[in-house]
């Protein structure tokens, strides 16, 4: 049986990077949730504002039917995706039933920090770090969820999430 894995965590982390090799190595499709965002959420978090809930709201639900859609037809995806709040989590694993993973990057305030500082054009500027870390509930101890320290390879990250999951 095919599942979905979202590839979570604050900016800079490394969710694209990670995402696409961790798709690639289980020959699976891998979307980058950034791409899915409003034009809107995109220009306001370019302008340094945070997006609240109700900014996440339509991009959740486009990311969650993507998902379920590609469940429909028999397929995995890898998507990457912050999923900041629980109650996010929440939202994207109902609409695909459950059948959902998450694998939570975990690194530092200075690595993160670094990361994104040495980032080229990315709409997201460092100044919204703060902001992400304010937002962020950690998924300690909820279903499905495989956390990695980032501060190690990209490689690394995959093959420790691959364990995990």
């Known amino acids: 049986m095919q599942r979905a894995i979202i590839v979570m965590g604050v900016s800079g982390c490394g969710k ?17 949730g950034d791409s899915l965002h409003p ?9 340094g504002i ?3 809930d109700e900014d996440r709201g339509p991009w959740l639900e486009t990311i969650g039917a993507l998902m379920a859609d590609k469940l429909a037809k028999g397929e ?17 694993r109902n609409a695909v039933g459950g059948n959902l993973a ?4 975990s690194g530092s305030y200075e690595l993160l920090k670094d990361r994104m500082g040495a980032r080229t054009g990315h709409f997201m500027p460092l ?23 980032i501060d190690q390879s990209v490689e690394g990250i995959v093959d420790e ?5």
Not at 83 to 88: E, N, Q, S
Not at 127 to 149: C, I, K, R, Y
Not at 161 to 165: D, S
């Open 127 to 149: 100044s919204l770090l703060d902001s992400q870390l304010a937002t962020l509930e950690v998924p300690t101890g909820e279903p499905g969820v495989v956390t990695v320290d």
């Open 50 to 52: 945070p997006l609240t």
């Open 102 to 105: 998450f694998v939570y990057l």
């Open 16 to 32: 694209s990077s990670v995402g696409d090799l961790l798709a690639r190595r289980l020959k699976l499709a891998f979307v980058e």
């Open 161 to 165: 999430a691959m364990r995990g999951l």
């Open 76 to 92: 995995g995806i890898v998507v990457s995706c912050s999923a900041l709040k629980k109650v996010y989590r929440d939202r994207l």
């Open 39 to 47: 034009a809107a959420n995109v220009e306001k978090m370019a302008k």
